[in-house]
């Protein structure tokens, strides 16, 4: 009796080496994203840049690769092991009838060799190729065009400064696709028409809106929006996007430059420009001057993702807006000369009107994303903000120094919000 094909394909991930706390919620997030999911069975080592995936079809796993900054190519993979000896047997055992559809005659192909950890020579990355010729290759070699790109992925390790002879891991696959990296570049923060001190970093943006599971059609909102610079990263999935922010100078394009050699801002420094130099202007709905601790939508769930960087006193003061009454706590209620100025707006305060506004406003199944700025020394899991309504998907620390740090906080609407009755 015939057992049936797995319904899961398994494909090599080999991904960059940085913001490696960050790199498993992406791709779980996109995984789930693209309709699939991530199951125990899979082979990962976290820190590690070659994850083996179980992933249904082809056509998922390059829907994965047109979204993350965290990966760089994914490969089907056809063998795997901890030797030469290994991979060949494995190699072997790969079933010829997947092999033959890249292997005939009249197509071209090359065979590529990576290695992390350590630089070979041309003759090694040769005899290496030449050691393949069991596999059936019938097509011609081409190494400027070719139809299919074999790898041949080795693993030397973390350890800069212990290099082993032979590789800890070896591994044989068909190139799928490459991932978004060049985004990183392309969007950079330092092309950028508009920004203020605390814009986010491009690759670290990207992967706010990965985690947030960002994708077109969505209504993402900013209420810390400051330069817009986390809009950009959705507004590229075709989201439509929106923010507020208190300060009136920052939404205006008006005051003094964060550019070094700049002293004022130009007429056409606004966050409306910043969409319109990478083409997504259309994306952009509008930016308000508003407190994000008092109300100002209507009731009703009306965002798909909230991804934002509140201001947590670093490089931004936080505020909210009082009135002068409220500094003087006079006790008359008299609207007379009411003029708005900012008062101290604590951290507790901050988050717990964010994850509030997240649990009413989000749509069910929809995401907050935010920055939790951390003392080292003395955090635990329990100083994580929580609601009733949102559940904890992931938490990624990025190092700032020996004693501080902030964690990214993803969380999803898993209930529906009541308010709870005055009394």
Known sequence: MELAAPAFRRYLLLLAQEHLEFRLPEISSLLSLCGGKFSGEQEIRVNSPFW?????SEE??????KRTVCAKSIFELWGHGRSEGELYA???NYPVDKMLPYLQSDSTYKVHIHTFNKTLTQAQKIKKIDALEFLP??????????EHIFWILEDYGM???NVPEEPFHLYFGRWIADGQRELIESYSVKKRHFIGNTSMDACLSFIMANHGRVKPNDVVYDPF?????????SAHFGAYVCGTDIDYNTIHGLGKASRKNQKWRGPDENIRANLRQYGLEKYYLDALVADSSRPIWRKGMLFDAIITDPPYGIREATRRTGSQKEAVKSVERSTENHIFVSSNYHLSDIFFDLLKFAAEYLVMGGRLVYWLPIYRPEY???IIPRHPCLKLISNCEQMLSSHTSRRLITMEKVKEFKPVPAS
């Open 159 to 161: 350890n800069p400064n």
């Open 380 to 382: 635990t899991e329990e």
């Open 137 to 146: 290759f019938k097509g011609k070699v081409n190494l400027k065009n070719p």
């Open 90 to 92: 494995s190699l072997k």
């Open 52 to 56: 083996i995936l179980n992933i249904p």
């Open 225 to 233: 929006v400051g330069t817009g610079g986390l809009l950009i990263s």
């Open 60 to 65: 998922m796993a390059r829907g994965l690769m």
